[in-house]
């Protein structure tokens, strides 16, 4: 294949590595900057769903991400006692699309390098600037270093400087709570994806691959209040229904990561001149769907396939946004909504959000899951 020009990634997250892998099969010579001397091995776990497999199929980077997975037989969500409030069985699932899975992100960024190959990636190389023309980018970096490639891919994440420096960006506004997050050993017997509702609070349960589990622990909180390893989620979840109080038991402070979250509204454009999002850089979203990597994944599939199939680099990076903008919404509006009922606190608002979830047609929720995981360039 002809190399149609030369790419500079900003981020080696899952964004930056899958569309690093894409942009190679568009015929692109990638080279992707990470701020960080190492691939993060931070994050605890995270979950992945149908749509975002199929977008690495489709760049041919699903098999590596997969051995390092396990897929969940189904989802649930359960009341700070135990009681189901709402359950999609593994059969349900398939029939909307597929299971989840749920894996390590450290690991997942480990199988998108190894298939990148580790000589296409610089770390300790922050970016700081971007200037975009007609027919090219400009990359500053930290100490002075300039690298002008043919496109720019801003691939750094919920606080892109990429986007700051494109004039793209909206102003972060923040999601209301903190959440708590940690992957630990502890063995587990198969059980579906879990949610777990108590008041404002919310508690999550994903089996890993080799007797691991990453749980959540989600609080309305001010933003900056909690660090990192050094504080853990409120006692109450202690008295939740099992097992939640052991695995909380089983994981040292220093291991818990903590992250207050934030979104900001969607961005008119993804692009200017030869300078494009994707990922947390193009739409900022609150982690409530747990669709933030299959989002990314799926921003590098179609970007990749619009860019290859014509000469036109503009008009195939708006062709991409116009793909992408609305299905990005979609997740994004979505989360919004999931972080606010799950925020309701009182008596009342509690029962009614257990009613909704109840009374809620499974019709009605199968088609929202089929629309969600239906992937297509
Ligand atoms: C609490 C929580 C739970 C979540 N759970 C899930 C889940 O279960 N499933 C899911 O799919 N998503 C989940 N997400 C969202 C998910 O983490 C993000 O959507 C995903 O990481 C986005 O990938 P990204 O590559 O766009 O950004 P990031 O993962 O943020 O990667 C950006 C990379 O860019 C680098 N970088 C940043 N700035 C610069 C710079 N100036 N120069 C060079 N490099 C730079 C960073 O070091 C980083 O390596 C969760 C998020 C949170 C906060």
Redesign the pocket.
Known sequence: MTVRGTAVV???????LATAIALRGAGFDPVV????ARL?AE?GG???WPNGLAALASIGADREVRERALPSPGTAMRAANGRTLYEMSAADMERVGGCGVAMHRGELVAALAGRLGSDAIRFG???VDVRSDASGATVGFEGGERVRATLVVG????RS?VRTACGLGRPLRYGGST?W?AAVRYRLPELPGLLTLGGPNQFGIWRLPGDRVYW?ASVPAPPGRYRSGQSRPPEEFARWHDPIGALLDATPTDEIIV?D?YDSGPLSSWSADRVVLV???AHPSL?HM?????Q?FEDAAVLADRLAAGSDISAALRGYHERRRDRARSAWAQARMLARVGAWRGGFSCWLRERMMAAAPARVQAGQLHRMFAFRT
Do not use: H, K, N, W
């Open positions: 900003i981020g080696a997250g899952p964004a930056g900057y990470e701020r960080q993060s994050g995270l979950t992945l190389a922050t970016c691939a750094d994440g919920i400087q959440v997050r959540f992250t979250v990922g947390d850089a982690p747990g669709q933030g990597t299959s990314a």
